[in-house]
C-alpha cells in the first residue's frame, strides 16, 4: 500500500517532524517534501504534487490554524491530494471544517496516534488511497454526544459500535477483529447502517464515507 506513496509534510516541531519521516520512510513511502511553516508546506505540497500531505493545524507563522488553512487550499487547488491532519487536541469545528462535503481523502488525527507506527502508516495509506482515517478517540466523543432527532438515533448499540469503527477507517475484516464477531456479521450491521441512514448504492458515491460524514454532522451541529 506505502511503496512509491508520495508524502509532504508540514510539521513546525522539528523531533515531531523527523519522527514522522523516519516512520513513513521505513513504512516505504517516498517523503519527497518537508516544511516547519503553513506558507513553505503549501508551496512544497502544490509543486511535488504528492498523494498525501500530513500536516499540523496549528503551525508558523500564526501559530493559531495556519496549518488547517493551508491544507484547505491545498485541497481546494489539488482536490486529488490526500489531506491527514494532526492536532494536539480534538478540535470538533476543524475536523468539520477538513471534511466538508467531499469526506474522500481526508483523516484527522490526535498526534499522540503517531506512536503507534503500524496504525498511523495505516491511516497515511488509507488517505492516499482516497479512503478516511478518523482518530478513535474523536469517534467516541461524537457519537457519545448525539443530539434529539438525529439519523443516528436510528441505529442500535451495536450499529453505532460498528459505524464509530467504519468512520476510523476499519475494514469489516478489522471491525470484526475488533468487536470479536464474524466478518459475515459486521458485513450485515453495515447493510442495515447504509439503510437506515438512506445510504442506497451508487457507483459515484463511497456509501463508507458517507456514513462517518452523516454522524459527524449529526453529532457536531
Same mark, same amino acid.
Request: aromatic share 4%; net charge negative.
Given at each position: 500500500? /506505502?511503496?512509491?506513496?508520495?508524502?509532504?509534510?508540514?510539521?513546525? $516541531?522539528?523531533?515531531?517532524?523527523?519522527?514522522?519521516?523516519?516512520? #513513513?520512510? @521505513?513504512?516505504?513511502?517516498?517523503?519527497?517534501?518537508?516544511?516547519?511553516?503553513?506558507?513553505?508546506? #503549501?508551496?512544497?505540497?502544490?509543486? &511535488?504534487?504528492?498523494?498525501?500531505?500530513?500536516?499540523?493545524?496549528?503551525?508558523?507563522?500564526? #501559530?493559531?490554524?495556519?496549518?488547517?488553512?493551508?491544507?484547505?487550499?491545498?485541497?481546494?487547488?489539488?482536490? $486529488?491530494?490526500?489531506?491527514?491532519?494532526?492536532?494536539?487536541?480534538?478540535?470538533?469545528?476543524?475536523?468539520? @471544517?477538513?471534511?466538508?462535503?467531499?469526506?474522500?481523502?481526508?483523516?484527522?488525527? #490526535?498526534?499522540?496516534?503517531? !506512536?503507534?507506527?503500524?496504525?498511523?502508516?495505516?491511516?497515511?495509506?488509507?488517505?492516499? %488511497?482516497?479512503? /478516511?482515517?478518523?482518530?478513535?478517540?474523536?469517534?467516541?466523543?461524537?457519537?457519545?454526544?448525539?443530539?434529539?432527532? /438525529?439519523?443516528?438515533?436510528?441505529?442500535?448499540?451495536?450499529?453505532?459500535?460498528?459505524? !464509530?469503527?467504519? %468512520?476510523?477507517?476499519?475494514?469489516?475484516?478489522?471491525?470484526?477483529?475488533?468487536?470479536?464477531?464474524?466478518?459475515?456479521?459486521?458485513?450485515? &450491521?453495515?447493510? &442495515?447502517?447504509?439503510?437506515?441512514?438512506?445510504?442506497?448504492?451508487?457507483?459515484?458515491? &463511497?456509501?463508507?464515507?458517507?456514513?462517518?460524514?452523516?454522524?459527524?454532522?449529526?453529532? !457536531?451541529?
Amino acid at each position: 500500500m /506505502s511503496e512509491g506513496v508520495r508524502v509532504v509534510i508540514g510539521e513546525d $516541531d522539528v523531533l515531531l517532524r523527523t519522527g514522522v519521516v523516519r516512520v #513513513l520512510t @521505513d513504512a516505504g513511502f517516498d517523503v519527497v517534501a518537508q516544511a516547519g511553516d503553513a506558507e513553505d508546506f #503549501l508551496r512544497k505540497a502544490l509543486a &511535488h504534487r504528492p498523494d498525501v500531505a500530513v500536516v499540523d493545524v496549528r503551525m508558523p507563522p500564526g #501559530l493559531g490554524d495556519d496549518g488547517l488553512r493551508a491544507a484547505l487550499e491545498l485541497r481546494r487547488q489539488r482536490p $486529488d491530494t490526500g489531506i491527514l491532519v494532526l492536532s494536539q487536541f480534538y478540535e470538533e469545528d476543524y475536523a468539520l @471544517d477538513l471534511i466538508g462535503e467531499r469526506p474522500e481523502g481526508v483523516g484527522y488525527l #490526535l498526534k499522540e496516534r503517531v !506512536g503507534d507506527v503500524e496504525a498511523f502508516a495505516d491511516a497515511v495509506g488509507r488517505v492516499a %488511497a482516497g479512503g /478516511s482515517a478518523l482518530d478513535p478517540e474523536i469517534v467516541g466523543r461524537m457519537l457519545g454526544r448525539r443530539r434529539g432527532d /438525529s439519523p443516528l438515533d436510528l441505529l442500535s448499540p451495536r450499529e453505532r459500535e460498528v459505524l !464509530g469503527a467504519v %468512520a476510523e477507517g476499519k475494514s469489516n475484516h478489522g471491525i470484526a477483529q475488533a468487536l470479536f464477531v464474524s466478518d459475515a456479521a459486521v458485513e450485515k &450491521h453495515v447493510t &442495515h447502517i447504509f439503510s437506515k441512514l438512506g445510504l442506497n448504492q451508487s457507483p459515484n458515491e &463511497h456509501r463508507r464515507v458517507l456514513a462517518a460524514i452523516t454522524y459527524l454532522r449529526s453529532a !457536531g451541529r
